[in-house]
Nanobody, 118 residues
Framework: QVQLVESGGGLVQPGGSLRLSCAAT????????MAWYRQAPGKQREFVAA???????DYAASVVGRFTISKENANNWLYLQMNNLKPEDTAVYYC????????????WGQGTQVSVSA
């Protein structure tokens, strides 16, 4: 089992920045991909960014050039640096861990609210 706890959300003005953090504990060596997802009110949860155990990254088109995903200490900490935030980035942001074992369910954190408003 892996436990994920997000932090760093808040209210920011358009054009501002936030850094989200995700602390991972438990059997983190079983995780092959760490990712950020978000869910805005009335919308489905959507992919934001991901990083593999080897360090390869992937981003949603809507955040390319503005968001940067990173990790340290293997998979203990996951970060999402968000710059030039827009009102449409307002959502609950979730940390996700994908296990190397196909029989395991994905791991999710409880989410952290990001609100972008003037």
């Amino acid at each position: 089992q892996v436990q994920l706890v997000e932090s760093g959300g808040g209210l920011v003005q358009p054009g501002g920045s936030l850094r989200l953090s995700c602390a991972a504990t438990g059997n983190i060596f079983s995780v092959k991909v760490m990712a950020w997802y978000r869910q805005a009110p009335g919308k489905q949860r959507e992919f934001v960014a991901a990083v593999t155990r080897g360090g390869s990254t992937d981003y949603a088109a809507s955040v390319v050039g503005r968001f940067t995903i990173s990790k340290e200490n293997a998979n203990n900490w996951l970060y999402l640096q968000m710059n030039n935030l827009k009102p449409e980035d307002t959502a609950v942001y979730y940390c996700k861990g994908e296990s190397m074992r196909p029989e395991d369910d994905d791991y999710w954190g409880q989410g952290t609210q990001v609100s972008v408003s003037a």
